[in-house]
């Protein structure tokens, strides 16, 4: 049986995969197992979500199963993921709730679940909830049965921790920002100009249908022609549940979570920040961030794909900053977990205090042709495990010559493999990675 858990917590169609009757097991299950590691207090638990019509269900579900099993609910309403992570932590609480399926699109959700403090669980504890799925429990009753409660000021004590970890105020920058009409419609906005900046909200009006459809951070298209048309200093997109963050300069060229990272580590390396000169990345970093971090003396490590990963890394070696091309950037020392709001504050703040445009920050990094193909499967361990596939992977790293590399990744979260080649030029990575995907659709 394939594990509950993704890369991102549990995720599918929700009312098909991701059924109420399975939000509130879930819920249940994780109150119990973290009330079993202290019960020295009623376990408290903050819920979140996006905006997606299925989470006024979800959060339904979840929140009945939370009480159900004796926990006190604080319900945050419509919040970035790493506000959920900041409220956890800042309130005391347990557990934390996310209902999100991030980038996917609408149909689909999600449940990711924070520990006390604000941190993702280890896959261990995720399997002791799973496994709780199926195990019978007493419930209980009368005034064990747990409360429920609104945090109403949660957007504004988010933003406060948000400006207090802004180091130069953004006045004097016009900027577009892509709330994906995801759940930092209203955080987003609101912290930008409190910060200095003169903000023009593009995506903002979510009706519960229409979040990621078509913009943010998946969809640059609508925020550079935004930009060009505002005369913007820069934009920035965030995903459905703003835990990502790509940029875009004043010409309208895309500037990713590489860049943005670069841009970053150089400027925490100056003030000090940049524990043991090392930025933590992910093996789909572009081999072009690895020569430009080399060339000013910033050692990089590098995980498996996936936030927790990066995570896990950042606090073994106390390093300072790390992320994902995709533009989830953490900073452990603010925030534990990735924080789209947080890495376009800091990226702005920098553009802001050296007074230079985000395309010549950025340029300190050259990126090497990077082609990347989704192949939809039906069965990713099939493709990992075929050997006609690894005998494609070597002729193509052999045609390659060692002037660029491979990779294939099954998605932790939906029915892909991810092929990615980089090459010396985009035409010879597009024609490696479409022979690639071609062999990897075949195998069943």
Not at 31 to 58: F, K, N
Not at 240 to 264: E, F, H, K, N, Y
Not at 344 to 366: D, F, H, N, Q, W
Request: glycine fraction near 10%.
């Amino acid at each position: 049986m394939a594990r509950l858990f993704g890369t991102d917590g549990v995720r599918g169609l929700a009312n098909g995969d991701l059924t109420p009757e399975l939000a509130l097991s879930v819920a249940a299950s994780a109150a119990r197992v973290l009330a079993a590691r202290d019960r020295s207090h009623r376990p408290v638990a903050v819920v979140g979500r996006d905006p997606r019509a299925s989470g006024e269900m979800l959060e339904a579900a979840v929140v009945a199963g939370l009480a159900s099993a004796g926990a006190d609910v604080l319900r945050v309403g419509v919040q970035p993921t790493p506000a959920v992570a900041y409220l956890v932590a800042t309130l005391g609480a347990d557990l934390g709730v996310m209902i999100s399926a991030s980038h996917n699109p609408m149909p689909d959700n999600g449940i990711k679940l924070f520990a006390a403090g604000g941190h993702k669980l280890p896959d261990g504890i995720e399997d002791e909830i799973e496994a709780g799925l199926t195990a019978g429990a007493a419930r209980p009753t009368a005034a064990g049965i747990g409360r429920v409660s609104d945090v109403d000021d949660a957007v504004d004590r988010y933003s406060e921790h948000l400006l207090a970890a802004t180091p130069h105020p953004l006045t004097g920058l016009r900027i577009v920002v892509d709330c994906a009409n995801g759940a930092a419609f209203l955080a987003a906005p609101e912290v930008y100009r409190k910060a200095g900046a003169e903000v023009i909200a593009i995506h903002a009006e979510p009706d519960g249908i229409n979040i990621n459809e078509g913009c943010g951070s998946t969809h640059l298209d609508q925020l550079q022609a935004a930009v060009a048309e505002h005369r913007a200093d820069l934009g920035v997109a965030h995903d459905g549940d703003a835990d990502r963050c790509l940029a875009v300069d004043a010409s309208g060229a895309v500037v990713d979570g590489d860049q943005i990272m670069a841009v970053l580590a150089l400027a925490m390396a100056e003030s000090g920040e940049l524990t043991h000169d090392t930025l933590v990345t992910t093996v789909m970093s572009n081999l072009g961030l690895h020569l430009a971090m080399r060339e000013h003396g910033v050692r990089l490590r590098t995980t498996a794909v996936g936030d927790r990963y990066v995570l896990e890394e950042l606090r073994a070696g106390g390093y300072a900053l790390g992320g994902e091309q995709s533009g989830h950037v953490v900073f452990p020392a603010l925030a534990t977990t990735g924080d789209g709001l947080l890495t376009a504050l800091r990226l702005m703040s920098r553009v802001a205090e050296t007074g230079k445009p985000l395309a010549e920050l950025a340029a300190v990094m050259r990126r090497l042709p990077q082609v990347l193909v989704n192949v939809r499967v039906a069965d990713k361990t099939a493709v990992v495990e075929s050997e006609a596939v690894r005998d494609a992977v070597d002729a193509v790293e052999t045609k390659l010559g060692g002037k660029g590399r491979v990779l294939l990744r099954p998605s932790g979260t939906e029915q892909l493999v991810r092929v990615m080649v980089e090459a010396p030029t985009e035409d010879i990575a597009q024609d490696a990675a479409d022979r690639l995907a071609d062999v990897v659709s075949t195998i069943s």
